[in-house]
C-alpha cells in the first residue's frame, strides 16, 4: 500500500484518529525533509483544529524524540529534569537543578530561551561570562556525571522533527495548539533520556494559561502523554499572577539565584516553588518517602552549601568564572543606569499586571520582539514590589536597569501601569493550586 502524506493531512482534516504507523512515518519525512514545508503546516493546522487523543499525542512526541539522537545514562542515582511552561522572574531552574543534584539526582536540564513576554533559562545563563549553553554530547556527559547537573539548550541532534515543526508553527498560526505545545515540550525531555520529570505550570496573568481550567487541562495532558511515554512525570499548577522572583532581566535573576542559593531569600514565593517543585522530583524518584523528609534533605543541602557548591562547580564545567558564587558583581554585565521606579501614589500593591512587566524588560533589551534580535543581558528590573506591600515614600515600586534615560523612563512608565495601588488589604490567591500525579 502507497502511503502518502497528503492522505495523514486529509485523514486528521477530517477529524480520524490516526495510527502509529501513519504518524511516525510523517514524523520521518518532517526529519528528511521529503515532506514539503506546505504539507506539514496544513498537518499542524488539521492537528489545531481537530485536536489528537492521547493515544495520537504519545505516539507523535514519541516519533519526534526517535526524530534524533536518545540519550541513555548509567549513573548511579535518577536522570531528573523540570520544564515551566514560563513565566517573569522564573528563575526556578538555577537553584533546583544543583539542589537536586546535592540530594542524589543528576541533572541534565534541557532549557529554551524566551518567549514573547516571558524570559528563558538560558538567556539568563548566557549573561555568565564564558559559559557554554550549546556543549557537545561528551562534554554535556562529562558535566552530569562529575557534577551531578548541566543546564543547557536543545542540541541539534535532539529531536529535530519539533525543531522543523516548530519553526514551521511559529510563522502559520498554530503555536497555540495544546496538542502540539505537549508534544514540542515532551519529544525533547524524553530524547533526554530521563527517569522523573516535573512540570510547572504557570497560571495567572503573567502566564501563557491565564484561566485555571486551562491550566489544569494542561497539566493533566502532560502527565498523560509524558507517562505513557514512559518518563514517570507529575505536574504542579503555580500562581503567575505576580513575578515569581524581586528581579526580571537575565543577568539581574542570575544574581538573585546566586543570592538565594547563598541563603537569602528576597522572595517567599520563588523559595517555595522552587522547593515544592524539588521535593516532588525526589517523592517521584523514591529518594524520599514523604514530603517532610525531601523537605529535610533539601534543606540540608542548601544551608550547608552544598547545593552552591554544585552551581559553582556546574558553572565552571561549563567554562564560566569560577568565583562566580563569591564575586558575581565582578562577572555579571551591570547597566549604566539604575532608576527608581516611583509609587504614583502611597498604599498597599493590589494587583501587577505581570505580562507588562515582562514586556517593560523586552523593551528595554531584556527579550526580544523577533527571534534573530539579541539580547541585553544587562538591563531589567530589580527589587520589584509585590501584591500586598506597602509602597510610596522610600519604597519605589522597582528599580529600572537600563542603558539610557529615555529607555528607562519608557520602562518606569509601563511598570507604573502594572500596579494597582489601593488602601484595600490584600488577599493572596494560592501558590500552588494543584498536583497531578503519575498512575499508580
Same mark, same amino acid.
Given at each position: 500500500m502507497?502511503?502518502?502524506?497528503?492522505?495523514?493531512?486529509?485523514?486528521?482534516?477530517d477529524?480520524? @484518529?490516526?495510527d502509529?504507523?501513519?504518524?511516525?512515518c510523517?514524523?520521518?519525512?518532517?526529519?528528511d525533509?521529503? $515532506?514539503?514545508?506546505?504539507?506539514?503546516?496544513a498537518?499542524?493546522m488539521? @492537528?489545531?483544529?481537530k485536536g489528537?487523543?492521547v493515544?495520537e499525542?504519545i505516539?507523535l512526541?514519541?516519533a519526534?524524540?526517535?526524530?534524533?539522537?536518545v540519550?541513555s545514562?548509567?549513573l548511579p542515582g535518577?536522570?531528573v529534569?523540570k520544564h515551566s511552561t514560563g513565566?517573569i522572574?522564573?528563575?526556578v531552574s538555577l537553584?533546583l537543578?544543583?539542589l537536586?543534584?546535592? %540530594?542524589? %539526582?543528576?541533572?541534565?536540564?534541557i532549557?529554551?530561551?524566551g518567549l514573547g513576554?516571558?524570559?528563558?533559562?538560558?538567556?539568563?545563563?548566557?549573561?555568565?561570562?564564558?559559559?557554554d549553553s550549546q556543549?557537545d554530547?561528551?562534554r554535556l556527559?562529562?558535566v552530569?556525571?562529575s @557534577? /551531578?547537573?548541566?543546564?543547557i539548550g536543545q542540541t541539534s541532534d535532539?529531536?529535530?522533527?519539533?525543531k522543523r515543526l516548530y519553526?514551521?508553527?511559529?510563522?502559520?498560526?498554530?503555536?497555540?495548539s495544546?496538542?502540539?505545545? $505537549?508534544?514540542?515540550?515532551l519529544?525533547?525531555k524524553l530524547?533526554?533520556?530521563?527517569? @522523573?520529570?516535573? $512540570?510547572?505550570?504557570?497560571?495567572?496573568?503573567?502566564a501563557f494559561?491565564?484561566?485555571?481550567?486551562?491550566?489544569?487541562?494542561?497539566?493533566?495532558s502532560?502527565?498523560?502523554?509524558?507517562?505513557g511515554a /514512559?518518563?514517570?512525570?507529575?505536574?504542579?499548577?503555580t500562581?503567575?499572577?505576580?513575578?515569581?522572583?524581586?528581579s526580571?532581566?537575565?543577568?539581574?535573576?542570575?544574581?538573585?539565584a546566586?543570592?538565594l542559593?547563598?541563603?537569602e531569600?528576597?522572595?517567599?514565593r520563588l523559595?517555595?516553588?522552587?522547593l515544592?517543585?524539588?521535593e516532588q522530583?525526589?517523592? %517521584?524518584?523514591g529518594?524520599?518517602?514523604?514530603a517532610e523528609l525531601?523537605?529535610e534533605?533539601?534543606l540540608?543541602?542548601w544551608?550547608?552549601?552544598?547545593?552552591?557548591?554544585?552551581?559553582?562547580r556546574m558553572?565552571e564545567a561549563?567554562g564560566?568564572?569560577?568565583?562566580?558564587?563569591e564575586?558575581?558583581h565582578?562577572?555579571?554585565?551591570?547597566?549604566?543606569?539604575v532608576?527608581p521606579?516611583?509609587?504614583?501614589q502611597?498604599?498597599?500593591?493590589q494587583? $501587577?499586571d505581570?505580562?507588562?512587566?515582562?514586556?517593560?524588560?523586552?523593551c528595554? /533589551?531584556?527579550?526580544r520582539?523577533?527571534p534573530q534580535?539579541?539580547i541585553d543581558?544587562?538591563?531589567?528590573l530589580s527589587?520589584? %514590589?509585590f501584591?500586598?506591600e506597602?509602597?510610596?515614600?522610600?519604597?519605589?515600586l522597582?528599580?529600572?536597569h537600563a542603558r539610557?534615560?529615555?529607555?528607562?523612563?519608557?520602562?518606569a512608565?509601563?511598570?507604573?501601569?502594572a500596579y494597582t495601588?489601593?488602601s484595600?488589604?490584600?488577599?493572596?490567591p494560592?501558590?500552588?493550586?494543584?498536583?497531578?500525579l503519575?498512575?499508580a
Amino acid at each position: 500500500m502507497v502511503w502518502l502524506a497528503q492522505e495523514v493531512i486529509r485523514r486528521k482534516r477530517d477529524g480520524k @484518529v490516526l495510527d502509529d504507523a501513519d504518524i511516525r512515518c510523517f514524523v520521518s519525512g518532517i526529519t528528511d525533509f521529503s $515532506i514539503s514545508e506546505g504539507q506539514v503546516a496544513a498537518f499542524a493546522m488539521a @492537528v489545531l483544529l481537530k485536536g489528537l487523543n492521547v493515544a495520537e499525542r504519545i505516539a507523535l512526541a514519541s516519533a519526534m524524540r526517535d526524530s534524533g539522537r536518545v540519550l541513555s545514562w548509567h549513573l548511579p542515582g535518577p536522570v531528573v529534569d523540570k520544564h515551566s511552561t514560563g513565566g517573569i522572574g522564573d528563575l526556578v531552574s538555577l537553584p533546583l537543578a544543583p539542589l537536586l543534584a546535592a %540530594c542524589g %539526582c543528576y541533572v541534565p536540564m534541557i532549557s529554551g530561551r524566551g518567549l514573547g513576554h516571558t524570559g528563558g533559562t538560558l538567556d539568563k545563563l548566557d549573561s555568565i561570562p564564558g559559559y557554554d549553553s550549546q556543549p557537545d554530547m561528551a562534554r554535556l556527559r562529562e558535566v552530569v556525571t562529575s @557534577v /551531578g547537573c548541566a543546564i543547557i539548550g536543545q542540541t541539534s541532534d535532539l529531536a529535530p522533527a519539533d525543531k522543523r515543526l516548530y519553526a514551521i508553527r511559529d510563522t502559520t498560526g498554530t503555536v497555540e495548539s495544546i496538542d502540539l505545545i $505537549i508534544t514540542s515540550i515532551l519529544s525533547k525531555k524524553l530524547a533526554a533520556g530521563l527517569d @522523573v520529570l516535573l $512540570i510547572d505550570v504557570k497560571v495567572g496573568n503573567g502566564a501563557f494559561m491565564a484561566q485555571a481550567s486551562d491550566a489544569a487541562a494542561l497539566a493533566e495532558s502532560i502527565v498523560a502523554v509524558a507517562n505513557g511515554a /514512559g518518563v514517570r512525570t507529575r505536574a504542579l499548577i503555580t500562581d503567575m499572577s505576580q513575578p515569581l522572583a524581586r528581579s526580571a532581566g537575565n543577568a539581574l535573576e542570575v544574581e538573585e539565584a546566586i543570592a538565594l542559593l547563598r541563603g537569602e531569600v528576597r522572595s517567599q514565593r520563588l523559595w517555595e516553588v522552587t522547593l515544592a517543585l524539588a521535593e516532588q522530583t525526589l517523592l %517521584c524518584a523514591g529518594l524520599a518517602s514523604s514530603a517532610e523528609l525531601a523537605r529535610e534533605q533539601l534543606l540540608k543541602a542548601w544551608k550547608s552549601g552544598a547545593a552552591l557548591q554544585r552551581f559553582s562547580r556546574m558553572v565552571e564545567a561549563l567554562g564560566g568564572p569560577a568565583d562566580l558564587v563569591e564575586r558575581p558583581h565582578n562577572h555579571l554585565p551591570a547597566a549604566p543606569l539604575v532608576f527608581p521606579v516611583e509609587a504614583p501614589q502611597a498604599g498597599i500593591v493590589q494587583r $501587577i499586571d505581570t505580562r507588562e512587566i515582562g514586556l517593560a524588560v523586552v523593551c528595554l /533589551g531584556g527579550g526580544r520582539r523577533n527571534p534573530q534580535d539579541p539580547i541585553d543581558p544587562a538591563v531589567g528590573l530589580s527589587q520589584l %514590589c509585590f501584591p500586598g506591600e506597602a509602597v510610596g515614600g522610600n519604597r519605589p515600586l522597582a528599580l529600572v536597569h537600563a542603558r539610557d534615560l529615555e529607555q528607562a523612563e519608557r520602562a518606569a512608565a509601563a511598570v507604573r501601569s502594572a500596579y494597582t495601588i489601593t488602601s484595600v488589604p490584600y488577599e493572596a490567591p494560592a501558590l500552588i493550586s494543584g498536583l497531578c500525579l503519575e498512575p499508580a
